[in-house]
């Protein structure tokens, strides 16, 4: 069994236009929601034995605060084509995660995380909000077999459930 996590990054600060897009830091709620969020995993005992992000300052930052409320001591692998990414790069990327990984949490942007995560699940997912958590269970030994044919939609968690 492998077990997928795609998590959108925390919201982000609009506040100095003139910054470049990849450079936008999280604002106060995305400061907020990020270890929120990390918490709702530990709850869960859901723990990653790999964690990849995009390097945009807004997913890494997200990363990092769900690997430090995780207590994830491993580095963080930074993937540059996690931002601004294709479906079929995702699956590229998957595809070669070494084996011994079992629980993967995968940080990146929208709208690719909510188009590759319906790629992956029949049930219909409109959109992945900031901060947001989709989780997938695959019968599979192997990254490389990772699809849609042995993907079962396991979670569904965004900050705004647990708000409202």
């Known amino acids: 069994m492998k077990h997928l996590y795609l998590i959108r990054h925390a919201k982000s600060s609009w506040s100095n236009p003139l910054l470049d897009d990849f450079e936008r830091p999280l604002n106060q709620r995305g400061k907020n929601d990020a270890p929120f969020m990390a918490k709702v995993l530990?709850?869960?005992?859901?723990?990653?034995?790999?964690?990849?992000?995009?390097?945009?300052?807004?997913?890494?930052?997200?990363a990092e605060i769900f690997a430090e409320q995780l207590n994830f001591t491993n580095d963080i692998a930074f993937e540059k084509s996690?931002?601004?990414?294709?479906?079929?790069?995702?699956?590229?990327?998957?595809?070669?995660?070494?084996?011994?990984y079992n629980t993967v949490f995968l940080f990146g942007h929208n709208p690719e995380?909510?188009?590759?995560?319906?790629?992956?699940?029949?049930?219909?997912?409109?959109?992945?909000?900031?901060?947001?958590?989709?989780?997938f269970e695959f019968c599979i030994q192997s990254w490389n077999e990772l699809c849609k044919q042995n993907s079962t939609l396991t979670l569904f968690e965004f900050p705004k459930k647990y708000k409202e």
């Open 42 to 62: 530990l709850e869960k005992q859901i723990f990653p034995d790999f964690i990849l992000s995009s390097p945009a300052k807004r997913a890494k930052t997200t």
């Open 82 to 100: 996690l931002y601004l990414t294709s479906m079929q790069t995702l699956l590229d990327i998957l595809h070669r995660i070494p084996n011994s």
């Open 113 to 135: 995380l909510t188009q590759f995560a319906n790629e992956l699940n029949s049930t219909y997912i409109d959109n992945i909000p900031t901060c947001g958590i989709v989780g």
